[in-house]
């Protein structure tokens, strides 16, 4: 199997994940909840990986149409639930999409951008960006189970992929 095809599984699953995490808030108002240790919001945390998603795969190696503006990721408050997760849903097929429309030339080109201080290849960035995807996942299952007394989810699972 290929790099591209095991990434564009990776963030599908991945996505998929995070739409769970949203859905086991038990109501809209306290995805916008923080905690006294805990800065952002998974409503912030999930709007910046929105942002970072659209922006570094969607734009940058799709050419999918997109502005981003960061300082809303962590300022807008109050989107609903259901608006995320139709947000995240719409991310679940574009991005995997752009990454297994990638070629194994591009997965060794240096990224059009320099993010991480400095040039990487686009297999390097995007492996970078799975990372930073889980990272806030995680961020967003802790203030969840801590602001409801919640516990684990049982997570999806790797669909199957073609070869």
Avoid: C
């Avoid at 095809?5 to 998929?16: G, I, N, P, T």
């Avoid at 139709?86 to 990224?111: C, D």
């Amino acid at each position: 199997m290929s790099v591209a095809k095991e990434l564009a599984a990776l963030f599908r699953r991945d996505l998929s994940r995070l739409i769970q995490q949203i859905e086991a808030y038990p109501n809209d108002e306290l995805v916008w909840h923080t905690h006294p240790a805990i800065t952002n919001s998974a409503g912030n945390l999930v709007l910046h990986l929105e942002g970072n998603l659209r922006e570094y795969i969607g734009r940058q190696l799709g050419m999918i149409p997109y502005s981003r503006r960061r300082e809303l990721e962590f300022s807008s408050k109050g989107i609903l639930r259901e608006e995320l997760v139709r947000r995240v849903a719409e991310l679940k097929v574009s991005i995997p999409s752009v990454i297994e429309g990638l070629s194994p030339e591009q997965f060794e080109m240096e990224y059009p951008e320099i993010v991480l201080q400095r040039a990487t290849s686009t297999r390097e960035f995007l492996i970078h960006l799975h990372g930073h995807l889980n990272w806030h996942m995680g961020e967003i299952d802790y203030l969840r189970r801590i602001l409801t007394d919640g516990k684990a989810l049982n997570a999806v699972g790797l669909e199957p992929v073609s070869k």
